[in-house]
């Protein structure tokens, strides 16, 4: 069974920098994988944030950016925010019309 | 404006059926392929369903298959997910949500509510 990872929790100061990275159980990420961004507030439905790996959703803040590092894709928000404050999740595209998201991070601005 | 509009969502008992519609609107319907993701109170997110534009393709996750079926009526612009043999873990909001290529959601419902419990 595959399993997406992702920080459960992380914290980041207002105006600093943060990389929130996806795994797998076993293997690496790469762009093969589609590797996607969604962010979501407490009772609202998911935002789009990032797709193939590092392309930008319309209307999302340059400030968000995805990438590959290492074995892993990772959303890096840079100049963070106090409405930055919520979750974020990845999704990796497995083929064949199935998607396996990760448990999510927590993002905490303070 | 692509807006996607669920409906269905209830209080049902362990065992019992419920039907989930989703609403699609501002976009043509029959060219997409849909996808229900579904959220467990408190639990992140999860996909559930699969469907492709003309319904050739259809995929369930492995917690739901041989229980929940994906459809979708592309005259009516309407997604559908029929849950049979419902279980205390399937409670969760359903999202149905728009897939473009390169495989990723673009568009998102705003949810709507199952819960099932005695």
């Known amino acids: 069974q595959t399993v997406v990872t992702q920080e459960p929790s992380f914290s980041v100061s207002p105006g600093g920098t943060v990389t929130l990275t996806c795994g797998l159980s076993?293997?690496?990420?790469?762009?093969?994988?589609?590797p996607s961004w969604y962010q979501q507030t407490p009772g609202q439905a998911p935002r789009t944030l990032i797709y193939?790996?590092?392309s930008r959703s319309s209307g999302v803040p340059d400030r968000f950016s995805g990438s590959i590092l290492g074995n892993k894709a990772a959303l890096t928000i840079t100049g963070a925010q106090a409405d930055d404050e919520c979750d974020y999740y990845c999704?990796?595209?497995?083929?064949?019309?199935?998607?396996?998201f990760g448990g999510g991070t927590k993002l905490t601005v303070l | 404006e692509v807006q996607l509009v669920e409906s269905g969502g209830g209080l049902v008992q362990p065992g019992g059926s419920l039907r989930l519609s989703c609403a699609a609107s501002?976009?043509?319907?029959?060219?997409?392929?849909m996808n229900w993701v579904r959220q467990a109170p408190g639990k992140g997110l999860e996909w559930v369903s699969f469907?492709?534009?003309?319904?050739?393709?259809?995929y369930h996750a492995d917690s739901v298959k041989g229980r929940f079926t994906i459809s979708r009526d592309n005259a009516k612009n309407s997604l559908y997910l029929q849950m049979n043999s419902l279980r205390d873990e399937d409670t969760a909001v359903y999202y149905c949500?728009?897939?473009?290529?390169?495989?990723?959601?673009?568009?998102w419902g705003q949810g709507t509510l199952v819960t099932v419990s005695s």
């Open positions: 949500a728009r897939v473009v290529r390169p495989y990723y959601f673009d568009y």
């Open positions: 501002g976009f043509t319907f029959s060219s997409y392929t």
């Open positions: 469907i492709s534009s003309g319904s050739s393709t259809i």
């Open positions: 076993s293997g690496s990420v790469s762009t093969s994988y589609y």
């Open positions: 193939n790996t590092n």
């Open positions: 999704v990796l595209y497995m083929g064949s019309g199935i998607w396996v």
